[in-house]
């Protein structure tokens, strides 16, 4: 059985950083990109960040500067450095892998989501 499990997150003053985590397991995903996604209360779930097998990396815009993504594939593990955190960051955030596109959220694995929440 395929899970992701994130780990991380918390509560934050603006300007603080977070660094999520999200481990897989029951498959290797060296393979795939990974990535993040985050949905805000009477939000629809955005992308956030995603890493490709290779190592490149693609942001979205309101993020860009300030989060990070990396990956160990040896550890089956993608990351997600937050800095410079601001109220707007609060949200759910979820991993997901093997997606046919980022875009529309058709991922076919996705993590039960850790909670973000960053104070003025």
């Known amino acids: 059985q395929v899970q992701l499990v994130e780990s991380g997150g918390g509560l934050v003053q603006a300007g603080g950083s977070l660094r999520l985590s999200c481990a897989a397991s029951g498959r290797t995903f060296s393979f795939s990109a990974m990535g993040w996604f985050r949905q805000a209360p009477g939000k629809e779930r955005e992308f956030v960040a995603r890493i490709t097998a290779g190592g490149s990396k693609y942001y979205t815009d309101s993020v860009k500067g300030r989060f990070s993504i990396s990956r160990d594939n040896a550890k089956n593990t993608v990351y997600l450095q937050m800095n410079s955190l601001e109220p707007e960051d609060t949200a759910v955030y979820y991993c997901?892998?093997?997606?046919?596109?980022?875009?529309?959220?058709?991922?076919?694995?996705w993590g039960q989501g850790t909670q973000v929440t960053v104070s003025s």
């Open positions: 997901a892998a093997d997606c046919r596109s980022w875009g529309t959220l058709a991922c076919n694995y």
